[in-house]
Nanobody, 125 residues
Framework: QVTLVESGGGLVQAGGSLRLSCAAS????????VGWFRQAPGKEREFVAA????????YYADSVKGRLTISRDNAKNTVYLQVNSLKPEDTAVYYC??????????????????WGQGTQVIVSS
């Protein structure tokens, strides 16, 4: 079992930045990759970024590429999501998730086995 806890969300003005954290505990050695997803009100939960535990390969959704950076600190079992140049449309609950297997698509949320409770990001214009 793996437990994920997100933090770092909040209210920020457009153009600002935030760094979200995802701390993992439990059987973290079983994690193949950690991803970030977000869900805006009335919308589907969408893939944002992911990082592979071994090697650190990163993946980004096209819609956020260039403004987001995912990174990890293996010693702390923590994955970070740096979000820059925030826009009102970035307003959402941001979730981190962990998967045990590689699968076909890193962005497929059904392949993630563990989820955090989410952290709210609100971007004011």
């Amino acid at each position: 079992q793996v437990t994920l806890v997100e933090s770092g969300g909040g209210l920020v003005q457009a153009g600002g930045s935030l760094r979200l954290s995802c701390a993992a505990s439990g059987r973290t050695s079983n994690i193949y990759a950690v991803g970030w997803f977000r869900q805006a009100p009335g919308k589907e939960r969408e893939f944002v970024a992911a990082i592979v535990s071994s090697g650190g390969t990163t993946y980004y959704a096209d819609s956020v590429k260039g403004r987001l950076t995912i990174s990890r600190d293996n010693a702390k079992n923590t994955v970070y999501l740096q979000v820059n140049s925030l826009k009102p449309e970035d307003t959402a609950v941001y979730y981190c998730a962990a998967r045990r297997v590689r699968g076909v698509l890193i962005s497929r949320r059904e392949d993630y086995d563990y989820w955090g409770q989410g952290t709210q990001v609100i971007v004011s214009s």
